[in-house]
């Protein structure tokens, strides 16, 4: 199994970023997707999460309104559209997956991706 993370880089405060997670050796549909971040010197936390039966995903309330996950299970490939970006959001991101009742939960997920780096100048 791996995921791969990309799409991070260097953004003005209020730019945009398109972040991918590419899945082998499994199936999204198969599996709750999660976006992490983890800034220096603060605890790894969960964004954003999408169920493998679909409805409405979870934001964590800093992220609300301006980001987006979405998933093209065809594509076994996961986005999230990062809108509005404040410098707070300089983190490196990752991408993982679960197959735990605790879709919310960062110790559900069991497969993880290598993170990318997301800053963002103010």
């Known amino acids: 199994v791996q995921l791969q993370a990309s799409g991070g880089g260097l953004v003005q405060a209020g730019g945009s970023l398109k972040l991918s997670c590419a899945a082998s050796?499994?199936?999204?549909?198969?599996?709750?997707m999660g976006w992490f971040r983890q800034a220096p010197g603060q605890e790894r936390e969960i964004i954003a999460a999408?169920?493998?039966?679909?409805?409405?995903?979870y934001y964590v309330d800093s992220v609300k309104g301006r980001f987006t996950i979405s998933r093209d299970n065809a594509k076994n490939i996961m986005y999230l559209q990062m809108n509005g970006l404040k410098f707070e959001d300089t983190a490196v991101y990752f991408c993982?997956?679960?197959?735990?009742?605790?879709?919310?939960?960062?110790?559900?997920?069991?497969?993880w991706g290598q993170g990318t780096q997301v800053t963002v100048s103010s």
């Open positions: 993982a997956a679960s197959q735990n009742v605790l879709w919310r939960d960062m110790v559900g997920y069991k497969y």
């Open positions: 050796g499994l199936s999204l549909r198969a599996y709750h």
């Open positions: 999408s169920r493998r039966s679909g409805g409405d995903p």
